[in-house]
């Protein structure tokens, strides 16, 4: 069974610029969540898909952020313009569904945001 | 609100020795705690959880961890470090099943040979 993937690994762009982080989720994962870290700080939660519905995106810094997951399977992130504050790694992570002991969130490798 | 606190950025241990990695929490309710490991240009990997069952949890290569409601901690210990065992760890605390996770600041394990 294929994992979390990610694309691209790695991004560099000039700022106000825009960039697209694409997520694809473990087949059959009814939950996607984006995180992002920032250097030298802590991993924090973005947002969280269920399905292709929004369940919670208290963490969305501002609306210079637009997460999509149409159709419910892979997800995109949007940075549009993009600030030097926004470079760091984002990671996606995702979940089976609501069933008891699928706790477990599994995260991809990671996409690492560099603006210049 | 819930927060995470893991003391020691960075630990170092030698081959052999024990491992422990110290994970503090703050949470309302019985909380979900996760211990995950990143190595070196990978993602973040799943050690072990505790979800309610029993105190002491045991995950993979090694590690166990032990949540202590009285002291709000879920410490990890592995009795016998090994190089492989060199990573960025991290404990995680969710308040709710499958909501948001709230991470720790990392601890990054150096083991000397």
């Known amino acids: 069974e294929a994992g979390v993937t990610q694309f691209p690994s790695h991004s560099v762009i000039e700022k106000g610029q825009t960039v697209t982080l694409r997520c694809d989720p473990i087949?059959?994962?009814?939950?996607l969540y984006w995180y992002r870290r920032v250097m030298g700080k802590e991993i924090k939660f973005l947002l969280h898909?269920?399905?292709?519905?929004?369940?919670?995106e208290s963490g969305m810094p501002n609306n210079r952020f637009l997460a999509e997951r149409t159709g419910g399977t892979y997800s995109t992130l949007k940075v549009q313009p993009a600030e030097l504050e926004d470079s760091g790694v984002y990671f996606c992570?995702?979940?089976?569904?609501?069933?008891?002991?699928?706790?477990?969130?599994?995260f991809g490798p990671g996409t690492r945001l560099l603006v210049l | 609100a819930q927060s995470v606190t893991q003391l020691g950025s960075h630990v170092s241990v030698s081959e052999g020795a024990l491992v422990l990695l110290r994970c503090n929490y703050s949470?309302?309710?019985?909380?979900?705690l996760f211990w995950y490991v990143q190595y070196p240009n990978q993602g973040l990997q799943l050690l072990l959880k505790?979800?309610?069952?029993?105190?002491l949890v045991k995950g993979i290569n090694g590690f166990e961890a032990e949540f202590k409601k009285s002291e709000t901690s879920f410490h990890l210990t592995k009795p016998s470090a090994h190089m492989s065992d060199a990573a960025e760890y991290f404990c995680?605390?969710?308040?709710?099943?499958?909501?948001?996770?709230?991470f720790g600041a990392g601890t990054i394990l150096r083991v000397k040979s």
């Open positions: 505790y979800t309610s069952a029993a105190t």
């Open positions: 995680a605390v969710s308040q709710e099943y499958g909501n948001k996770l709230v």
């Open positions: 949470s309302s309710v019985p909380p979900y």
């Open positions: 898909f269920v399905k292709e519905s929004k369940q919670d």
């Open positions: 087949s059959g994962h009814d939950n």
């Open positions: 992570a995702s979940r089976p569904g609501t069933s008891g002991g699928q706790e477990t969130q599994y």
